[in-house]
């Protein structure tokens, strides 16, 4: 590629990826108290098919929001050092994330255990009994890696944080010759058609291994299926023949996931990896079962990815006040959730009445939370906004073959 004339070209299509995944988080919550799932707060009737929607989603959601995140790292890497890189996340992220587990992690707590009765007391009194129960409970969590207990939504920024952290020695190498050569021999093998759905197998190699010595949920083993994800954003932003396959090949993936699903329904596997929760261990049903999973979930990652690169929509600049709003808005939807559905639970009316209620009051009040908490100076920062008059946020490629082609 070294005889492409270098230019800089904004990539506006992850930037409204990454807020319609916020939106995408925003309603799978919403539906929440009205799943089979264990969760904050539960409607007294749970409805199968609302269980059926989140359990399809589960897989391969958030991986896609992992996706997106390392994508946007490999540009962001493109303008900065490995100090200014680490600095920014620092501030987009841990700083962030210790205001809002201060804030909102108690609330949430509070929420919760009124909902099931387990508390009787006032929000105020109840401060100081959860950062107690949090403390007694650091030598069980400092081993996991959200390192301290009810972090509840929070738990992806927690990740995010780790990913960047962990990742910045990978991607470096990567950006090395013989990381380049590595990541070439991945650029020609998807010169074929599809082939880009063969790369959920290296995908899930670690993942089988970690998986039945930490099976729960945002445990060790998600952690690595999780981080496969975010350094496969990396990866597939590295190249221009990549970014062109994966865009090549969206109705490829889509055909394949629709596949795969009906695969796994047929085959059982809800029911296998349900039996295999209770006792996880290795064999040949949960390596089967799992797999089928894993490439059901990059291959709805990579259709959704490549959408993303064909809309003509998404070509266009993001409003700066969506963009800016988008971190806010994610850490105080679920709180807002939380606090609407406490009440609307226990009304008299029909579940699909109750869920709307939920989510268009939620959605009202989370949206004018977020708009005003990045909009104040000092607020938006401790919310994870950047700081207006900064670098651009990195979100560039360098392939002239790849500008041409969006044009």
């Not at 738990?155 to 990541?183: D, N, Y």
């Amino acid at each position: 590629m070294s005889s492409e004339a270098t230019v800089k070209r904004r990539v506006n299509y992850l930037d409204w990826l990454r807020v319609l995944a916020v939106l995408g988080v925003f309603f799978y919550h919403s539906l929440q108290p009205f799943s089979e799932h264990d969760w904050h707060v539960k409607n007294a009737q749970l409805s199968g098919s609302v269980d059926a929607v989140v359990s399809f989603v589960d897989p391969w959601g958030v991986a896609f929001f992992f996706l997106v995140a390392g994508a946007s790292g490999f540009l962001a890497l493109r303008s900065r050092t490995a100090g200014q890189y680490i600095a920014e996340r620092l501030q987009r992220l841990l700083l962030p994330l210790v205001v809002a587990y201060l804030l909102l992690s108690p609330l949430q707590a509070f929420i919760e255990e009124r909902h099931f009765g387990r508390y009787t007391g006032s929000f105020i009194a109840g401060i100081p009994l959860f950062f107690q129960n949090v403390a007694s409970a650091l030598p069980t969590t400092i081993t996991h890696p959200l390192l301290v207990d009810r972090t509840y939504h929070l738990w992806f920024v927690v990740f995010l944080l780790w990913f960047a952290l962990l990742g910045l020695p990978l991607f470096l190498w990567l950006r090395a010759p013989q990381g380049q050569r590595l990541i070439a021999r991945f650029a020609t093998t998807a010169r074929w058609r599809g082939a880009t759905l063969l790369f959920a197998i290296p995908l899930m190699v670690l993942p089988l291994a970690v998986l039945p010595l930490a099976p729960d949920s945002e445990d060790w083993g998600t952690f690595v299926y999780l981080f496969g994800f975010f350094v496969a954003g990396y990866v597939l932003m590295s190249d221009a023949r990549l970014i062109e396959a994966v865009r090549r090949d969206a109705i490829w993936a889509l055909v394949f996931a629709i596949a795969v699903d009906a695969a796994i329904l047929l085959a059982g596997v809800p029911q296998n990896i349900a039996a295999w929760q209770g006792a996880p261990s290795y064999s040949w049903t949960y390596v089967w079962s799992y797999l089928l999973v894993g490439v059901q979930a990059w291959a709805w990652v990579l259709f959704f990815l490549g959408v993303g690169m064909r809309a003509r929509p998404f070509a266009r600049p993001l409003p700066t006040s969506i963009s800016a709003a988008a971190m806010p808005f994610f850490i105080v939807h679920q709180p807002v959730i939380l606090a609407i559905a406490f009440f609307v639970v226990r009304w008299d009316i029909g579940m699909p009445s109750k869920w709307a209620v939920i989510a268009v009051s939620a959605l009202l009040v989370s949206a004018l939370l977020a708009t005003a908490l990045s909009r104040l100076p000092l607020v938006s920062t401790l919310f994870g906004v950047k700081r207006r008059g900064g670098r651009t946020s990195g979100i560039r490629t360098q392939s002239l073959i790849y500008a041409n082609r969006l044009r």
